[in-house]
């Protein structure tokens, strides 16, 4: 792993063997991962809500293949993926990846324990799953086994009977919107009462999309797979176009086997 940017004298400087970069030629820890992906400290007025996205992409756009990521990512991708969610309160994940993904409760890390406990957080982050339909398998570990309940982000008008099913599960149902649907800002907002101001969203594309259609996403965690796959894949936000595209700036950019993993925020700033 090397870090390209931001750029300093450890990131220009050549490494032993040749290669150029800070950190290059060896594996980041844990720990050098969580200062790098850290969250924004609270300000004056106490913390605010921070939303984060963590996609993958290829080189020609697909965010998929064969309808999921896996295939597109790899090991390092894999750890950073693991130390952005040990860093979150909660885990905003659209109810189609949920179906795709098989998605799991998130689990307890030993190598995470002390940084959670001194930041006030439970063992694991709670997965919150945003549906209009709750069309979800309540039978599932995410639902059964979950070190922390399972939140349901839906709409005020969501059928009763499987409002019923999600609460006899074990789920906590927030209503974060008028109708069928959920508003992302309303969501944002309610997770923030719930005490979960380190939000991380891992997609799908569509609920991506409704969330920067929306303009709550703070930041972007990219990581740029070195493949092509052609295809009709997903591209990582989906959904009806913004009227004026949203300026994002660079944070930061890690490198490993080709991979780039890039950090980009509203404004650029180093975090």
């Known amino acids: 792993m090397r870090r390209l940017f931001p750029v300093t004298d450890e990131t220009a400087a050549p490494a032993p063997g040749g290669a150029s970069g800070e950190g290059a030629g060896r594996e980041w ?54 130390t952005l969610r040990a860093l979150a309160d909660v885990v905003v994940v659209g109810a189609e990846t949920v179906r795709k993904e098989g998605y799991r409760p998130a689990r307890a890390r030993e190598d995470f324990a002390a940084m959670r406990e001194a930041a006030g957080q439970p063992p694991a982050p709670a997965i919150a799953v945003v549906t209009a339909g709750l069309d979800l398998d309540f039978s599932l570990p995410l639902f059964t086994s979950p070190l922390v309940p399972t939140l349901i ?33 309303r969501a944002v907002r ?49 959904g009806p176009a913004v009227t004026v595209p949203h300026r994002f700036g660079l944070v930061s950019m890690l490198e490993e086997d080709g991979f780039l993993f890039t950090r980009y925020g509203r404004t650029r700033q180093a975090y």
């Open 190 to 238: 309610a997770l923030a009462d719930l005490g979960h101001t380190r939000l991380l969203t891992e997609g799908g594309p569509r609920l991506l999309g409704q969330i920067v259609a929306a303009g709550v996403l703070d930041e972007l965690c990219l990581t740029v797979a070195p493949m092509l796959t052609a295809g009709e894949a997903q591209r990582i936000a989906g």
């Open 153 to 185: 982000l839906t709409g005020a008008s969501a059928a009763p009977d499987r409002v019923a099913a999600a609460e006899r599960a074990g789920a906590r149902v927030v209503t974060a919107g008028d109708g069928i649907g959920v508003d992302p800002a």
């Open 29 to 82: 820890s844990l720990e050098e991962l969580a200062a790098a992906y850290a969250y924004p400290e609270p300000g004056s007025r106490g913390p605010a809500p921070w939303l984060r996205a963590n996609m993958v992409s290829t080189l020609d756009g697909a965010a998929q293949h064969d309808g999921r990521s896996q295939p597109i990512s790899s090991a390092t991708d894999m750890r950073i993926f693991g």
